[in-house]
């Protein structure tokens, strides 16, 4: 008679679902240690972007995942920079992370360890008590015949089976988070305003350089002729305001009367002839 396959957890070897212990979950002897390890490190490296390309290989290549990746073109003040997120297998985390640290200058890193192990046995004994609970309430179902008795079964059943999806959705959270370790990298520009820019080589490469020279002294002018104009059109308003006040003054001195003068002054003035004095010296 071939023997009976190993019963699943909360199973009997006849189909039955095992009660719930009375005072909770029995430890099991030598508990197998379950740890989530996690990575974080900043890399200082000449392109960013091409950086992180390189590390999404890396954990491709070990059998892991990219999570998250972020960049940022960098600014004139700003370095650029880009963020990756990895899930590796947790045997994997060691040569992984030497890896990425030859992609650049190592700024900072870190590797932690959170042994979860207390969780993930009172995860499983939860979700063992709903499930024999689950089982028991689908019994009461089949045998009841009082429609009262029905109702609040499934009742029942509907919000422990809602608490028994919700505790395995964390269980297999927590699982994919003991079996892949995290790794935050974050790749960061030697230089300020974003990657190493190339250099110009040979003729064409200096003539590229002048016209990008020829461009940049172009867009600053325009740039400086905007910071300008607001202050050119105050002004001219004041300008004008000043010409137009000259000139009223100045028609308003020409279009006086000319000065009167003396009737004596002008008399005096006037020359005698000889016949005159001689017909004044008759007369007399």
Known sequence: MPEAPPSAPGVTADGVAAP?????????????RDVVKTASMTVRT???????????????NASGRVDRRTENAGTGRGRASTTIVLRVPVGQLDGVVRELKELGTVQTAETTADDVTAQRVDLDARI???????????GIMRDATDPDSLIRAEDALSERQAELDSLRAQREQLGDQIA??????????????????EQYSG????????????????????LLLGLLLPWLGALAVVGVGLYLIIRTA??????GPPPAQP??????DTPTTPDQSRGSSGES
């Open 180 to 197: 892949y370790s995290t790794v935050d990298v974050s790749f960061v520009a030697d230089q300020i305003g974003g990657p190493t820019p």
């Open 128 to 138: 063992k008590a709903l499930q024999t609970s689950v089982d028991r309430l689908l």
């Open 203 to 222: 003729f064409l490469g200096q003539v590229e350089r002048g016209w990008d020279g020829l461009v940049a002294v172009v867009g600053n002018l325009v």
């Open 20 to 32: 719930a212990p009375e005072f909770g979950p029995v430890d099991e002897p030598a508990t197998k």
């Open 46 to 60: 000449g392109n960013p972007s091409e950086a992180a390309d390189k590390a999404a290989v890396i954990a491709e």
């Open 263 to 268: 009737v004596v002054a002008a008399a005096a």
């Open 250 to 255: 100045r028609r308003r001195e020409r279009g």
